[in-house]
């Protein structure tokens, strides 16, 4: 991913769940959390500077992954993989190390190192960021993938699912599935798939193929739980839609169409579709 800096970064609104649920890192402070999802960056400024101090006095588990975090914020991925790494010597089998080092490896451009490390925190607690990892697995599969063949995602997607290419999307089959080989749902598939775009919202600028296939299929996912029926089923799949056109989808045309399905069956506004500078 291209980190955007650290007051680009907390300073994007809200997206994900909660508060406590932010980002693809995860803070053992929960002062430390709020403010990062809530783009207080006096507040985190005071903080980083608490834990620095906390980490000379006392290095503690908790205050050791918490600085590694303010490093990952601002960029010093290098740090950030070294405290992280040592924290996981000394205190091994925790799911978050392994996740925010599987982040901030990815950060740093490691994706294959990052695979690995997200792939055991999902071993290691399968619940983190609300049971999404999964998908964070497939992205940097893909990553992995598109990065030796640029024109993989002609013949594939990051869910490994397709949905046709009429105006309303097919029902994959097979549904998606995990690295663990566990058939997932269109609903754990779309809520999965939208707390990880988010995430990676938060670091990505677009254009980005990869973020704008998953984005793309999360619409699908979306407008196929809509269609299927209920009134909260697949919320959020316009946004989906708009953000695989901002991320550089060359599908442009059947997202259009796909998002005046989804805005007739919910009965809302068609906002315009603007081609991204």
Known sequence: MNARGWRGFVLVP?????ASAFACINTY?????VA??????????????????EYRRSPSMEVTNDLAVVRIINGRHAEAIALLRELDKTHPDLGMTAANLGTALELSGNDREALEWIREGYRRDPREHVGSEWVHVKILEAKIAFATDPRWLDTHSVLGVQFGSEDMPRMPDPLPVDHTGRTRSLEDAFGASGYQLFERALFVKPPDAVVADLARSAGDLGLLLRQSGGAKKGNGARRHYEMAIEYGSTDRSRITRRMEIYDALTGSAAAPVTTPP
């Open 36 to 53: 990062l999802a809530t783009g207080r960056v006096e507040q985190v400024e005071k903080l980083t500077a608490q834990i620095e101090a």
């Open 29 to 33: 402070s929960f002062e430390l959390k």
């Open 14 to 18: 809200l997206l994900c769940v909660s």
